[in-house]
């Protein structure tokens, strides 16, 4: 009679399986419950990234906007002032002298640029404001020393930390940062050498320094994606080397850093000559 007793509280085969089936259906739906939450949070937290880097990117086009407007109203002043003093010098002098069939001086017709003349960077009348000793050579020195400049500013005061640290970052993300930094620094050596190529008066052509400009863009992105600039280091047998340093103390200090700065230099020489060429046409 006890063992009848117990056997009905238990339940039969078929009910004890029911039961056991009900309990995993409980457990995997709690855990797809606890799944689904993590999905949540993830998505949350991308939504966030997502809505960061769209504020980051709004953030950059003003800011190159602004930059942009800057260097358009600097070029402007500078050819202006460049022809201003272009025309300045080939105004006519007074001649003190008389004409001999009547009492007004004799005055040279005032002198213009021909087609082709004054279409450099430097403004109207460039190359003929070039003063002694402007060579071709002077004319490269002063640009590889702008873009030098305008490249240990770019890469060290203008970069962020976010695109310092990022910018070597595998898919979109690192790609973003990565094209921030190359057109922030490209926009301050286009800025530098409208600079110097105002107040000196170099003969530089427009188009050759924008090609040149395109280039540097193109090498500096290569470099900074960090993983060619290894991979080529390594097929060179420069791996031990770009691994040598504390990697608490990178990127200054480090043996990729110094490979990373040498070929950035060594295509700053490239784009000189690139932005040198048609120089005074």
Known sequence: MGTTHVSAAA??????????????ARQDLAEAHAELAVRRDQETALRTHLEMLGADVTAMRHRYTELHVAYVELLTHARAAAAAAALGELAPRPLHRRSPGGDRAAARPRRRPGPGRGRGLGGVGAAKRRGPGMTSATVFTCVFIALYVAHQV???????????????????????????????LTLAKALVIGLVTAVLALPLNVAAVACAL???????????????????????????????????????????????QSWHVGWLLVTALIACLGAGS
């Open 11 to 24: 339940g039969t085969p078929y009910e004890l399986d029911t039961r056991r089936q009900l309990n995993q």
């Open 214 to 260: 395109a280039v540097d863009a193109v090498s500096h992105y290569w470099a900074d994606r960090r993983a060619p600039l290894l991979a080529l280091a390594e097929r060179l047998g420069k791996g031990e080397f770009a691994r040598l340093g504390d990697g608490a103390a990178a990127p200054a200090g480090t043996g990729a850093y110094a490979l990373d």
């Open 154 to 184: 770019g890469d060290n005061w203008i970069q962020t930390r976010a695109q310092a640290c990022g910018k070597g970052a595998p898919g979109w993300r690192g790609r973003i940062l990565c094209g921030r930094h190359v057109a922030t």
